[in-house]
């Protein structure tokens, strides 16, 4: 199986903020990588899919980049609605895989 | 506008069938390229890839849970079907379909979830 390692686990930043999350995948995937946004309660929420294609109606302020092993996830400037948990989602390969998130909190 | 909405038991004892159904809306299982998927989120965790099954009923399944996983479709009823035997304490988890627009495309949007316990 494909294990996806995210980094940081957790983050504390402020509203304005840039955030940038990795995701370090255990072989090549290509492109082949989906980045989720999670609330309490909720299911997860799609942003950006093919490592760097953003889903419609996701802000612009998200965007993803990177191919083969390593790959970012990052936010422009941190709004208050964007506090969630975030995790990478390979497809490239059966089985698919998640990380195992990355908690974005309010400093 | 697609919809997915999971339906169940909220609690089974350990070894018995737990059989969790998709019931979906504003798409058609049998469209080329259409998948629906299985997920699972124990509490605090990662959600887990189960299943899935396309269009063409051709499935796919988690390696670590492909001995215990079935999952099936009734394009009639708008349904999809996933069964998990022998079920243990670790399988509590809230489950998830999801819907794929195509090969290789992540699903989106999902269901709400359905919360499951495995507890005698």
């Known amino acids: 199986d494909i294990h996806l390692t995210q980094s940081p686990s957790f983050l504390s930043a402020s509203v304005g903020d840039r955030v940038t999350i990795t995701c370090r995948a255990s072989?090549?995937?290509?492109?082949?990588l989906a980045w989720y946004q999670q609330k309490p309660g909720k299911a997860p929420n799609l942003l950006i899919f093919?490592?760097?294609t953003l889903q419609s109606g996701v802000p612009s302020r998200f965007s993803g980049s990177g191919s083969g092993t390593d790959f970012t996830l990052t936010i422009s400037s941190l709004q208050p609605e964007d506090f969630a948990t975030f995790y990478c989602?390979?497809?490239?390969?059966?089985?698919?895989?998640f990380g195992q998130g990355t908690k974005v909190e309010i400093k | 506008q697609i919809s997915l909405k999971e339906s169940g038991p909220t609690m089974v004892k350990p070894t018995q069938t737990l059989t969790l159904t998709c019931t979906v809306s504003?798409?058609?299982?049998?469209?080329?390229?259409?998948?629906v998927g299985w997920f699972r989120q124990p509490p605090g965790k990662a959600p887990e890839w189960l299943a899935l099954?396309?269009?063409?009923?051709?499935?796919r399944y988690s390696t670590s849970l492909k001995n215990r996983l079935s999952i099936t479709k009734d394009t009639s009823k708008n349904t999809v079907v996933l069964t998990l035997i022998n079920t243990d304490p670790v399988d509590t988890a809230t489950y998830y379909c999801?819907?794929?627009?195509?090969?290789?495309?992540?699903?989106?949007?999902w269901g709400q979830g359905t919360l499951v316990s495995v507890s005698s």
């Open positions: 999801g819907h794929s627009a195509g090969v290789l495309v992540p699903f989106d949007p």
């Open positions: 072989q090549g995937i290509s492109t082949y």
């Open positions: 093919d490592a760097s």
């Open positions: 099954i396309y269009w063409d009923d051709d499935k």
């Open positions: 504003g798409f058609s299982l049998s469209t080329r390229g259409v998948s």
């Open positions: 989602h390979q497809l490239n390969t059966y089985p698919w895989t």
